[in-house]
């Protein structure tokens, strides 16, 4: 096991190159599989969820090539195989195998996803969209069973806008008979992302980041190569680190409107932030005025930099205030951070954040953004160093990490536990 070694206090300069979104990646290798012919997948960024899921696409007789940041994924020889346990269960999104594998085979056996646990995270809305698509739907002892004599296009109005239900109904509706309109879906970039896959392999898929979504099923699905979008949430992560270490950084690579959320809560808190073509540059400043922010779904202040956010208001004057409006309880990182001397208090979905000024500690990230959060906070440590133990999450969703903030200034490291 690795744990991170910080040693705060420094600045952070210079620039850093994004690779691609970790929650599209995760969601376009496995669309792959609906296709007859191979699909190569380019910008993929280096996570561990991304070869935990090309281990998946092996083990179902899908031949993977993954060279650099380029994939191509032969799904010729695909088998129905049942994935009950396993890798499936390490990573959240290989909840898609059940849309794509019943898209493709009318049935599929896949144990319960993975991935951050940070609460209950119920997949209903996917099941019910399974079920308006014509498939039986079984849950034997956290093993979700599916089978379809034939699936057809239905209307489905989802109760709660869900990232993973949208694009689940998507996949499963492209090999279906007719037309699949999903209602009240998700927004969400990597959703758009998703449906430029799906289109390119010859799905008709209209209304892609509205919350109406319509999706021609085709009977058989081309090959083709697509680019990944660029991480936004990784940018935000470093967005916040130039802040919180009053540094200069520009973070190239990126589609800054995917982040004017992030932009517009630093620069109300006093942060100079630049937007270029591809590119955003954040310069720090000594003082940062307290604020107020709204985690909820896209395009508002993303829920996966909540935890970031809420280690840099520690960084501002007096007292900030972060809801939490698309998960319940994801305050895991809320104990480690108090450990390192943040005043914050939580009261049901909302975080109270007093400004002060963070010391050295052993913390442990119990999830990949409460580990990002951790992240934030050691570098604005002046002296002693942070140990974050728990990294394999951050694994999860930051490509090179440990390599980019070295090159920005930072010293970390890693070592064994
Ligand atoms: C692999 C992936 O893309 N993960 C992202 C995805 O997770 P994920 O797809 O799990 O998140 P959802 O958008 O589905 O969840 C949003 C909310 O809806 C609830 N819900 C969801 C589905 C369901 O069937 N029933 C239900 O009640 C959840 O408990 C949560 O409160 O979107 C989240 C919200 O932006 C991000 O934090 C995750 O990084
Ligand atoms: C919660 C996250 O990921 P996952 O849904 O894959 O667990 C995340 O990216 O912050």
Known sequence: ????????????????QMSGAKNSAIALIPAALLADSPVTLENLPRLSDVAIYAEILEELGAKVDWVGDKMTIDPTNLQPKPMPNGHVNKIRASYYLMGVLLG????????????????????DQHIKGFEALGAEVRNEQGCIHLKAKELRGAKIYLDVVSVGATINIMLAASRAKGVTIIENAAKEPEIIDVATLLSSMGVKIKGAGTETIRIE????????RHSIIPDRIQAGTYMIIAAATRGDITIENVIPK??????????????????????IRVVGQPTYESVDVKALV????????????????????????????????????VPELQRMGAKIRVEGRTAIVEGSQLNAARVRATDLRAGASLVVAALTVPTGLTEITGVEYIDRGYDHLVENLQRLGAEVWREEE
């Open 298 to 333: 896209y395009p508002g202040f993303p829920a996966d930099l909540q935890s970031p956010m809420t280690s840099l208001m520690t960084q501002a004057r007096g007292t900030s205030i972060m809801t939490d409006h698309v998960f319940n309880n994801r305050f895991k990182h």
């Open 217 to 224: 099923g085709a009977e058989e699905l081309r090959g083709c």
């Open 104 to 123: 493709r085979f009318g049935e599929a056996v896949v144990g319960m996803p993975g991935g951050c646990n940070f609460e209950p995270r119920p997949i």
């Open 258 to 279: 995917h982040l004017e959320a992030v932009t517009a809560k630093l620069q109300e808190m006093g942060v100079h932030v630049y937007e270029m073509d591809e590119s």
């Open 1 to 16: 096991m690795k744990k991170l070694i910080i040693a705060g206090g420094r600045p952070l300069r210079g620039s850093v």
